[in-house]
């Protein structure tokens, strides 16, 4: 079964550092993209960006660059969303997905990682 | 940027077809994608390149696109279709996403 499993659910104060990550299983990591999706409290989908595991080059929405950084990991079949210093507005659930491409769906989803930035 | 508005809800009557409208410049020349959401789930791909079935998913979902609009038809529609709906086009290697589509059955 082709999974996306992704860490858990964190708290955070403003300021602070956060990494949060998307392990791939059932199927070759690197012959899919993953991009993460950001989801505000009772609101749509933004994505943010994507990563190649195979070479970790990366795009992202111009409304998020600068803002986090996307990497990965393939000897741990991981990709991985970083903030260096966290802002209240950065509360939201993050999903990541799978795609093979610029012009295919995204299949599947990760569970989603709740991020709460509060002082 | 680019922009794909939808209509914030569509009511159905269970049985009925529901259509959702997603529309952008020319949208007709990029691939389209649709996503179903629970509350308090992941989205799952339902219609992939405007009109594609992902493994899994009911046929009774169907999707097409033509020149400025992209539309995800269910037909007989069930309460369990409830949910929000949003559609995804690619624009010069950046991902957008509709705002969503409120489906009340």
């Known amino acids: 079964e082709v999974q996306l499993v992704q860490s858990g659910a964190e708290v955070k104060k403003p300021g602070e550092s956060l990494r949060i990550s998307c392990k791939g299983s059932g199927y070759s990591f690197t012959s899919y993209w993953i991009s993460w999706v950001r989801q505000m409290p009772g609101k749509g989908l933004e994505w943010m960006g994507r990563?190649?595991?195979?070479?970790?080059?990366?795009n992202y929405s111009p409304s998020f660059q600068g803002h986090v950084t996307i990497s990965a990991d393939k000897s741990l079949s991981s990709a991985y969303l970083q903030w260096s210093s966290l802002k209240a507005s950065d509360t939201a659930m993050y999903h990541c997905?799978?795609?093979?491409?610029?012009?295919?769906?995204?299949?599947?989803w990760g569970q989603g990682t709740l991020v709460t930035v509060s002082s | 940027s680019y922009e794909l508005t939808q209509p914030p809800s569509v009511s159905v009557s269970p049985g009925q077809t529901a259509s959702i409208t997603c529309s952008g410049d020319k949208l007709g020349d990029k691939y389209t994608s649709w996503y179903q959401q629970k509350p308090g789930q992941s989205p799952v791909l339902v219609i992939y390149?405007?009109?594609k079935w992902p493994s899994g998913i009911p046929e009774r979902f169907s999707g097409s696109n033509s020149e400025n609009t992209a539309t995800l038809t269910i037909s007989g529609t069930q309460a369990m279709d409830e949910a929000d709906y949003y559609c995804q086009a690619w624009d010069r290697f950046i991902v957008v996403f509709g705002g969503g589509t409120k489906l009340t059955v």
């Open positions: 390149q405007d009109n």
């Open positions: 997905a799978r795609h093979a491409n610029w012009n295919s769906g995204f299949d599947p």
């Open positions: 990563i190649d595991p195979r070479d970790s080059s990366t």
